[in-house]
Nanobody
Framework: QVQLVESGGGLVQAGGSLRLACAADGRLFSIYTIGWHRQAPGKQRELVAR?????SIEYADSVKGRFTASGNIAHIDLEMNNLKPEDTAVYYCHAFVGGQEHYWGQGTQVTVSS
């Protein structure tokens, strides 16, 4: 089992910044990747950023140059700059431990006003 606890999020004007944090607990040795996904109303959940155990980070094209993920397999932060209204979504921390085993945080709301 892996538990993911998120913090951060909130309401910000377009062009502003927010920081999300996710702490993992439990079978940390089993985590292959940890990262952030988001889901906007009426849309599918999508990858935002993902870090491998080796430290490689992958970003969605829509956030490259604006969002920065940092940390390690037990704790990952997401610094979000130059936020846009289309970044409005519920952001979920995600951990993949292999096979079909995934874990999700409870989600945190990010709202960007225009």
């Amino acid at each position: 089992q892996v538990q993911l606890v998120e913090s951060g999020g909130g309401l910000v004007q377009a062009g502003g910044s927010l920081r999300l944090a996710c702490a993992a607990d439990g079978r940390l040795f089993s985590i292959y990747t940890i990262g952030w996904h988001r889901q906007a109303p009426g849309k599918q959940r999508e990858l935002v950023a993902r870090m491998t155990r080796g430290g490689s980070i992958e970003y969605a094209d829509s956030v490259k140059g604006r969002f920065t993920a940092s940390g390690n397999i037990a704790h990952i932060d997401l610094e979000m700059n130059n936020l846009k209204p289309e970044d409005t979504a519920v952001y979920y921390c995600h951990a993949f431990v292999g096979g079909q085993e995934h874990y999700w945080g409870q989600g945190t709301q990010v709202t960007v006003s225009s």
